[in-house]
């Protein structure tokens, strides 16, 4: 166990938000993270695990001590005729994990290309595009629980999956490190391509044969065209979630804005995001160092050296405006430290 002092999370967070730990160390296996997670707690200091970093704003310096997960490894712990069903460490890379299910042609995770982070955090907020999120796909998960330090096991329904939503980030909330996640994954693929965009792309490059490598591929071409690069600008991808909103609002505003998108889901309609800060006109806006993203409005940016709360406030500016003028309430997905 190695741990560092004053450690800057700039290189540790996709914003790229220079804030500093008071303390710092990376988990590589169990008992350097139940050896951490002793220490923080001998010292009565704040504890906070970091995968990728790609979906926290650093609004301040953390006064405790971050544990970066660095739990890795692939196993496969069952398989039938047509199913697999795969451990994964809570370490290892998202698209790396989807890049190897890919090799093997495992099918299930192809729509989920390029999501930047870890396999730890992926149940966290049960990631999803393109149609697709982890819970199809998810078996259980194990966990190391903060206070016992015992492992324990959550299957799907224990997780209590919602769209980017999880017990984890509400009644379980800095409870739990998540160790690895079990996926069943298929050997015969049933390939997604509801989603518009996938078909219009396989379409543009001519592709006839629909295996899930070419999903993927059509995927990441999207992903790239439309989202910015973290390593280019700082950013945590979508910032607030899309909105559910009820029938009788979406058609009350459906008079005032003709063109507001929506699709309905279970409890309402639901209306993208981007759209709502589009045309509160937030899009392209810049304020010196952070921003909204020139093509896409549900990205929030750092160009360079701007601050959390720099970022944090503009997303509270975002959430007022569209509340003014649609009476809808905008929630982040980003988590705030
Ligand atoms: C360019 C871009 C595009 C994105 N696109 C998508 C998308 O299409 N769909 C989508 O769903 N998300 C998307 N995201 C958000 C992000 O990639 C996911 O939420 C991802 O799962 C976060 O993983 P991470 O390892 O970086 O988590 P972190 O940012 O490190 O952590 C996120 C939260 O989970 C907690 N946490 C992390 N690891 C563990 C663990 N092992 N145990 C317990 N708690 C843990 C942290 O404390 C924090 O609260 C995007 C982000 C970016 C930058």
């Known amino acids: 166990m190695k741990i560092i002092e004053n450690h800057s999370l700039k290189a540790f967070n996709t914003f790229g938000i220079d804030k500093k730990s008071r303390f710092f160390t990376q988990a590589g296996d169990l008992d350097s993270l139940k050896k951490s997670l002793l ?4 010292k ?35 398989e039938t005729s047509d199913e697999i069903w795969v451990e994964v460490g809570a370490g290892e890379n998202w698209h790396d994990w989807v890049l190897y299910a890919l090799k093997h042609n495992w099918a299930g995770i192809e729509n989920l290309s390029l999501i930047p982070g870890t396999v730890g955090a992926s149940p966290m907020q049960n990631i999803g595009a393109y149609g697709v999120e982890i819970k199809e796909v998810f078996e259980s998960l194990n966990a190391l629980d903060r206070e016992s330090l015992d492992i324990v096991s959550f299957d799907s329904e224990a997780c209590q999956f919602g769209y980017r939503e999880s017990i984890f980030k509400h ?76 029938h009788e609002q979406f058609k009350s505003l459906k008079t005032d804005f003709p063109s507001i998108p929506g699709y309905p889901v279970d409890s309402g309609v639901k209306v993208p995001a981007g759209w709502l800060i589009e045309q509160a006109g937030w899009k392209g ?33 975002i959430q007022d405006s569209v509340l003014e003028k649609f009476g809808i309430q905008l929630s982040p997905e980003v988590n705030f430290i």
Not at 44 to 67: A, E
Not at 287 to 303: D, I, P, R, S, T
């Open 39 to 42: 220490w923080a707690r001998e």
């Open 44 to 78: 009565g200091l704040q504890v906070l695990i970091l995968g990728g970093g790609s979906n926290v704003l650093l609004t301040q310096d953390f006064p405790g001590l971050v544990i970066k997960i660095e739990l890795k490894g692939i196993q496969v712990i069952q």
């Open 171 to 246: 009644e379980l909330k800095d409870r739990y490190v998540i160790t690895s996640v079990v996926f069943r994954l298929q050997k015969e693929p049933k390939i997604n391509v509801e989603y518009g965009a996938i078909q219009e792309t396989l379409k543009k490059n001519g592709v006839k044969d629909l295996t899930i490598q070419a999903v993927s591929d059509a995927v990441v071409e999207i992903r790239r065209s439309k989202l910015p690069d973290p390593r280019e600008i700082g950013n945590a991808g979508s910032f607030f979630k899309n909105p559910t909103i009820s």
């Open 285 to 317: 806006k810049k304020f010196g160092e952070v921003g909204v993203h020139a093509k896409q409005a549900l990205v929030l940016v750092n160009y360079g050296n701007g601050d959390g709360k720099a970022i944090q406030e503009l997303a509270q500016k």
